[in-house]
Each structure stands twice: as C-alpha cells, then as structure tokens.
C-alpha cells in the first residue's frame, strides 16, 4: 500500500470518527488495519511530530495560524506552582446560617400504592 493512500485512509477515519475496521475499501485506501498499522508505524518513528512542525512552520511563515482557536493544557504545558493559600474569608456575621442539607422535619416515606 503506498504511503499516500494509507495517508487518506488514516486521515479519512480521523476525519469521519468511523472505527478502523468500517473503513470502506471501495475507496481505494486498504484496509482499516493496514492504515492503522502504518499510523502506528509512523507514530514510532517520529513521523507524526515531523509533520507537525513542518506544518506549523509553513502556516507561521504565510501568517495562516489562527491563535485564537488554540487550547493549551497541562498535557502541552507544565502547570504553574500554586502560590500560598490566602486565608479563609472572615464571616460578616455571628450567626450562623441554615443547613440547606439536612431538615428537621421527619423523612417523607415511599407511596405504597397497590
């Protein structure tokens, strides 16, 4: 299977969200193990963040990157220290308010209807 056709393969399930299997062979990319293979066999090999850079450089120098789209979260970056705890809030008042958890009233008990 040439590299370019399980390209399509690969990027035509990651696109649609179809399982590896359900890939249609009528559209000429193999079979749905054959591109998950070589996905895998790239993913090895570096070939995947190879790409990605590449890609990114060449949207950077055309100024086709849309920032505003990004997400970034501790799985990219490292997550920032946590600064010192501030102190609890001080109550503005003496009394205490309600429990809004627990009543006491007696619990309701199950309908028995027959």
């Given amino acids: 299977m040439p590299d370019r056709q399980a390209l399509c ?3 035509f399930v990651l696109h649609t ?18 591109c998950w293979r070589r996905l895998a066999a790239w993913n090895e090999a570096g070939v995947r963040d190879q790409l990605h850079v ?4 060449k949207l950077r120098s055309k100024d086709k990157l849309d920032w505003s789209r990004a997400v970034i979260d501790s799985s990219h970056v490292r997550a920032a220290r946590r600064s010192p ?8 008042t003496d009394v205490r308010a309600a429990s809004t958890t627990s009543s006491p009233t007696a619990r309701a008990s199950r309908s028995r209807c027959r």
């Fill in 54 to 57: 590449l890609l990114l450089e």
């Fill in 17 to 34: 969200g179809i399982q590896w299997e359900y890939l249609p062979q009528e559209l000429g990319f193999g079979s749905g193990m054959t």
């Fill in 85 to 92: 705890k501030a102190d609890p809030a001080r109550s503005t």
């Fill in 9 to 11: 393969g690969i990027l």
